[in-house]
């Protein structure tokens, strides 16, 4: 074993040991790592980006942060799917002695997909609104730490899971910045049905 993996494995332990210590911490981790809380409160604040702009080039700017997001989400899911196929790392609860505040998942513990899934989205959207990007970085930072708190993922998953988040979100830019004009059809189209 490497140096990287126990210091990982190290910072693991450390912060899944508060588990127990605070009943009330315990309680918000369980809630904020579910498969529902904050994958359901990135969707709506897309979907509440997608609309929102008091003048049109600023909600132009939200919509262009929205196809962002669905095209990092993309090839962050892509690249996991990839990755997967060539390695599979078990999660600390398969090798370590741990706390367990969440169930079993049965996926490679690296790249965390959580941390992808938020991150992609965090960055895409920052790429392009920077106050709302920066809110969805912090609870996307949030939903990762829990991961780790909860004993389902070791710190280097969820920093491998944002880089191909982040990575996934800047090649969404990158190309919805070489596809013009479709983009800018494709809202033109929105909006000529009422849907932008």
């Given at each position: 074993?490497g140096p990287l993996?126990r210091?990982d494995e190290?910072?693991?332990?450390w912060?899944?040991?508060?588990v127990g210590?605070?009943?009330?911490l ?5 809630w904020?790592?579910?498969?529902y809380?904050?994958p ?9 980006l ?6 049109a080039?600023?909600r ?14 993309a090839f962050?899911d892509?690249?996991i ?5 060539f ?5 600390p609860?398969?090798t370590?002695d741990v ?10 513990s ?8 938020g ?10 609104n920077r106050?709302?990007?920066?809110a969805?970085?912090a609870?996307a ?6 991961r780790?708190?909860?004993g ?9 899971g944002a880089?191909v988040?982040?990575?996934g979100s800047?090649l969404?830019?990158l ?6 004009p479709l ?7 929105a909006r000529s049905?009422?849907?932008?």
């Open positions: 074993m993996v210091a190290t910072a693991f332990l912060l899944n040991s508060w210590h605070f009943p009330w315990d309680s918000i981790v369980q904020v790592v579910s498969d809380l904050v359901v409160m990135l969707a709506l604040a897309l979907v509440g997608w609309f929102h702009g008091a003048i080039t600023a132009e700017r939200n919509q262009r942060g929205v196809m962002t997001a669905v095209l990092g989400l962050a892509l690249a799917e990839v990755l997967n196929s390695m599979y790392r078990p999660r609860f398969e370590l706390s367990l505040l969440f169930y079993r998942p049965v996926d490679s690296f790249p965390a997909n959580p941390a992808a899934v991150f992609a989205v965090a960055v895409a959207v920052l790429t392009w106050k709302m990007g920066v969805l970085l609870i930072t949030v939903f990762s730490l829990a780790v708190y909860a389902v993922a070791y710190p280097l998953d969820i920093l491998g880089a988040g982040a990575m800047l969404g830019a190309l919805l910045r070489w596809a013009e983009p800018s059809m494709f809202l033109k189209l049905v009422y849907l932008a």
